[in-house]
């Protein structure tokens, strides 16, 4: 028989991939769970090193240490901790559930009394149509067992986007008091960085395209401040810095003439946010950044992960109508010409469009502002989730 | 063995210890190149349907049932039926085609593959390729002859794609029975 105990109990296991993508949201969706639902969550993961990137505090050596309210467990081949089945299982993005995870599912099917906990595949977020159709449908497994897959998404067909309660508020707050700002950046080691200046974050993947736009902003008029950390948009760069790339350190600035390009700290999950918040416009990159600048109420430019035969720039426009559904036609055709061009690398092109960007840039910051609270239509994903649970 | 991404309409596939007969798949692509297959199965033995997803690797038992090659006679409404070598006709629910029955279309000569389980027809493969005429699509409207883009397109037996900007109304076009796609203007 199932406790109340074992009903609040989540399993949610993350294969790390690129770093910080796929961490950063089961990260964010285990601790809004355990904050919000008051569930015991245990969230296995199989890169605690660059777990660590983003949370700092995590020891890298332990098999088990709790932060936020959540349990972080070492997921090592095979475990070395004992799995013990709790009601729902989460696998993030569509990653293997480790062998004992899925024997012991078996094991408990095969037991007439027991009910196995509800299985879960909590999969990548895109703004594509077929996702409304894909979403929540089972997938029927050889051994009987039925996992469901749990599609992000921007209807309300799909399981939705992650967004703590309290988020909006406090990005309210924040962007109400300009001081906040210039303090975080002192905060962040960054200097010499004027209110009025603009300031631009990135957390790109690789791209010519950035280069391009170091060239333009040296010789723009207004003081232009790249706060960027070290990783793969700076690899960008290389050929601009003045130093090896293995000697640049977190608060070093080099300047361009009207360009100061700053590296950034890593930070933790709610420093980042407070970066995007504080910046004039964010290019991001993946999943959980994108998101995030969605959420910062700021112009952006998505670096979307590449994929095969250019299939993400399908899931681009894809996401660039739904953003701009409605957006004023020239508004729309601009930002996202300048997306289309960030992601194709043009880097003529992706001048061209920076270069109107003023003309553009009050109605898209206005619109910025307004998308947030459109886009979560009602409901966030874990409050969606914890639905679906309930009914299943 | 095959992966899900390899299941095709018509193949039989055994789930929690059920045959299902696979009537459509539809592969789309999530994060990191990832493939997504949705199915819709019918279950042989409760004949009931359901709609269900997997990853595109995901393993399962394609069984080999015994299979006919055929030719299709005719439609007999709901039963579509098809005719052996030696003249021996079988009946198939028109559902239990799926999508391939927007291929079918009377005096077809392809040699299609009829399975059964338990000595009833329960589907039908198609073959790989096929050739259909184009009985709708509208003028190209850029003249494009770089095969990249593309716009919808009817053909005989029902089914819509998409082709090349170039293919006119009355073309024969190769089409991928496994994907739906466009391959060629023949």
Not at chain 1, 139 to 160: A, H, I, V, Y
Not at chain 1, 248 to 257: A, F, N, R, T, V
Not at chain 1, 299 to 305: G, N
């Amino acid at each position: 028989m199932s406790t109340e105990t074992d009903n609040k109990h989540w399993d949610i296991f993350c294969a790390v991939v690129d770093n910080y993508g796929d961490i950063g949201v089961t990260w964010r969706l285990a601790k809004q769970l355990a904050h919000e639902y008051e569930l015991n969550i245990k969230l296995w993961v199989d890169d605690l090193h660059s777990f660590s990137h983003i949370l700092p505090e995590l020891d890298p050596s332990q098999t088990s240490q709790q932060f936020c309210g959540v349990d972080i467990l070492r997921w090592s081949s095979p475990l070395d901790i004992t799995f013990v089945p709790g009601s729902v299982i989460i696998e993030a993005f569509a990653c293997e559930l480790p062998f004992e995870v899925t024997e012991s599912l078996i094991a408990l099917k095969k037991d007439n009394k027991a009910t196995p906990p509800l299985w879960l595949n909590l999969e990548y977020l895109s703004a594509e149509a077929w996702v409304d159709g894909c979403h929540a449908l089972p997938s029927l497994q050889k051994s009987g067992l039925k996992k469901f897959f749990f599609f992000p998404g921007f209807t309300d067909k799909t399981g939705g986007l992650i967004c703590e309660k309290s988020l909006f508020s406090e990005r309210e707050q924040w962007q109400a008091t300009p001081d906040n700002k210039l303090a975080l950046f002192e905060q962040l080691g960054l200097q010499a960085i004027d209110k009025n200046d603009l300031c631009i974050s990135v957390f790109s993947y690789e791209t010519e395209a950035l280069a391009a736009l170091c060239e333009l902003w040296q010789d723009t008029q207004k003081k232009v401040h790249l706060l960027i950390p070290k990783g793969r948009s700076l690899h960008s760069l290389s050929h601009l810095l003045p130093i090896e790339y293995e000697l640049i350190k977190p608060g070093q600035h080099y300047e361009y003439k009207q360009l100061t390009i700053h590296i950034l700290p890593m930070t933790d999950q709610q420093g980042f946010d407070k970066l995007l918040w504080s910046c004039d416009i964010n290019i991001v990159r993946g999943e959980d950044s994108f998101l995030r600048a969605q959420w910062a109420a700021r112009p952006f430019i998505w670096h979307i992960y590449p994929q095969e035969d250019d299939y993400h720039l399908v899931k681009l426009e894809a996401f660039m109508q739904v953003y701009c559904d409605n957006l004023a036609p020239e508004i729309a055709g601009h930002w996202s010409a300048l997306n289309l061009a960030f992601n194709q690398g043009a880097q003529n092109r992706v001048k061209t469009l920076w270069q109107h960007l003023d003309s553009v840039n009050r109605p898209l910051l206005q619109h910025a502002q307004e998308w947030p609270v459109n886009a979560l239509n009602d409901a966030d994903l874990a409050s969606r989730l914890v639905q679906f649970v309930k009914n299943s | 063995m095959k992966t899900a991404h390899e299941i095709r309409p018509g193949n039989v596939i055994m789930l929690d210890g059920s045959p299902w007969v696979v009537q459509k798949t539809e592969t789309t692509r999530s994060g990191r190149n990832a493939a997504i297959v949705k199915m819709k199965l019918k279950n042989v033995l409760l004949d009931s349907s359901t709609e269900t997803t997997f990853k595109g690797e995901d393993k399962m038992d394609d069984i080999i049932l015994e299979r006919l090659d055929c030719t299709y006679s005719y439609f007999a409404d709901p039963m579509y039926v098809f005719m052996d070598a030696e003249y021996n006709q079988y009946d198939v629910e028109a559902g239990n085609l799926g999508d391939a029955s927007a291929y079918i279309v009377d005096g077809m000569e392809e040699v299609c593959q009829v399975t059964f389980y338990e000595g009833k027809a329960i589907s039908v493969e198609l073959p790989t390729t096929i050739v259909r005429e184009v009985t709708y699509t509208e003028p190209s409207a850029r003249g494009d002859t770089s095969g990249k883009v593309m716009k919808p397109a009817t053909v005989s037996g029902g089914a819509t794609l998409s082709v090349a900007d170039f293919v006119k109304t009355g073309d024969m076009i190769e089409i991928d029975t496994r994907t739906g796609e466009f391959k060629k203007r023949v």
